[in-house]
């Protein structure tokens, strides 16, 4: 596959950009800064803010996927879309967050007392952007949330997939490394299960 990665210079983006590799796929990485990152096989930088549509839209142009790695809150979650649309780009898969996941029906994680204050912005952000997805009819789009505790870590190929509610390891521990959720991230972009929905991964 051609794939556009947004925010490719970042923790998750970084690992996300491996896993494509290794798989063979031909990968465009977007940031804002390029400066500091290595030449790789099948791989091409581009610098780009994708919060200005008419700028980030070439960049995009016929890729098969545009893969979104961005803070939420530094992101325009219209101007993605609308970025995206104008390249042409049908498919859209976006690096989730967990705040939005369920503890129990109706209940967010974000909002629950020890839900850290500091972590608050980005999770609502990443709600919001969510929201945005949920109500877009065109763009076969993709959001994939981590466990609770996403960190660097093993690449073991052994998790969880769920939907909405947040994943409960039987150590009573919610989290997932990097190095898996990129399997399971570039396995729904090889392989599409959840088109139009958000779904999540965990131990």
């Known amino acids: 596959m051609k794939i556009a990665l947004i925010g490719s210079s970042g923790r998750v983006g970084s690992r996300l950009l491996a896993e494509m590799s290794r798989r063979g796929h031909e990968v465009t990485g977007i940031a804002r800064n390029t400066r500091d990152v290595s030449p790789q096989a099948h791989l091409t930088f581009r610098s780009a803010d994708a919060n200005q549509p ?3 839209a070439p960049v995009l142009r016929g890729h098969d996927a545009v893969v979104s790695a961005m803070k939420f809150a530094a992101t325009d979650p219209h101007a993605v879309i609308a970025a995206v649309k104008q390249a042409a780009v049908k498919r859209l898969m976006v690096v989730g967050g967990a705040g939005s ?3 129990s029906p109706g209940v967010l994680l974000m909002d629950t007392a020890d839900f850290p204050d ?4 980005e999770a609502a952000a990443g709600r919001k ?3 945005v997805l949920r ?6 789009w993709t959001f ?7 960190v660097p ?3 073991t190929g052994t998790f969880r997939l769920g939907h909405d509610q947040l994943l409960i390891g039987a150590d009573g521990k919610s989290w997932i490394s990097m190095e898996d959720y990129a399997i399971a991230f570039v396995d729904e972009l090889e392989t599409p299960r959840h088109t ?3 779904f999540t991964v965990g131990y």
């Not at 500091?118 to 912005?121: D, F, I, M, N, V």
């Not at 109500?135 to 076969?140: A, Y």
């Open 54 to 56: 008419s700028r980030i």
């Open 135 to 140: 109500d877009e009819k065109e763009l076969d």
């Open 153 to 155: 870590g093993e690449r």
């Open 118 to 121: 500091a972590y608050k912005p």
């Open 144 to 150: 994939l949330s981590p466990s609770a505790e996403f």
């Open 101 to 103: 996941l369920e503890v």
């Open 196 to 198: 139009r929905q958000r």
């Open 129 to 131: 952007f969510l929201g």
